[in-house]
């Protein structure tokens, strides 16, 4: 199975600051690499597909990158409704697996 | 609107079976590859298995040869036998469209509000 691993697991930051999460496939996966948020009690939503793609709907604010095995999201300027658990998805090989998550609080 | 809602979860003992359903609308239901994910007690997200458009199934080690992914496209539904439940198994269950766009790459793009399994004696 692809092992993807995110970091870090947990941030603060503070509305306005530029956050960057990465995620790390333990094979390559070209670019078949999705991003998903979630909220507590909600279920997941995507944000970002084929690793830079914005979901229709998705701020601007947010932009992914990468290939192979390293990606990031990044959110240029946090804004307070962005607090939430992000997760990165390969979706190269069955089966497809998740990152463990990255909770983004706001300070 | 697309929609997608599960149902069938619910309390049961170890060793017992449980049917999940996932109704669609919205959509050509036939047209889309369908997967079930699972989200464990205050962890991360789980794929569990998926059942493409002609029908071919997948599955993840942890459930393969006690679940089993179906479809019924006349009835724009999905389901999910669950056999040989066990504590491990215990999660809210999702069902997930995938979409598939550029050069083929899947990704969920439309989510169900989830089903909740526990199994416990």
């Known amino acids: 199975d692809i092992q993807m691993t995110q970091s870090p697991s947990s941030l603060s930051a503070s509305v306005g600051d530029r956050v960057t999460i990465t995620c790390r496939a333990s094979q390559a996966i070209s670019t078949y690499l999705n991003w998903y948020y979630q909220k507590p009690g909600k279920a997941p939503k995507l944000l970002i597909y084929?690793?830079?793609n914005l979901q229709t709907g998705v701020p601007s604010r947010f932009s992914g990158g990468g290939s192979a095995t390293d990606f990031t999201l990044t959110i240029s300027s946090l804004q307070p409704e962005d607090s939430a658990t992000f997760y990165c998805?390969?979706?190269?090989?069955?089966?497809?697996?998740f990152g463990q998550g990255t909770k983004v609080e706001l300070k | 609107d697309v929609q997608l809602v599960e149902s069938g979860g619910g309390l049961i003992q170890p060793g017992g079976s449980l049917r999940l359903s996932c109704a669609a609308s919205g959509f050509t239901f036939s047209s889309y590859d369908m997967h079930w994910v699972r989200q464990l007690p205050g962890k991360g997200l789980e794929w569990v298995s998926g059942i493409v458009t002609a029908g071919d199934t997948y599955y993840s080690v942890s459930v393969k040869g006690r679940f089993t992914i179906s479809r019924e496209n006349a009835k724009n539904s999905f389901f999910l036998q669950m056999n040989s439940l066990s504590a491990e198994d215990t999660a809210l269950y999702y069902c997930a469209r995938v979409s598939r766009g550029l050069w083929g790459i899947g990704q969920y793009d439309f989510w169900g509000q989830g089903t909740l399994v526990t199994v416990s004696s």
């Open positions: 998805q390969q979706t190269y090989t069955f089966p497809w697996t």
């Open positions: 084929a690793s830079s």
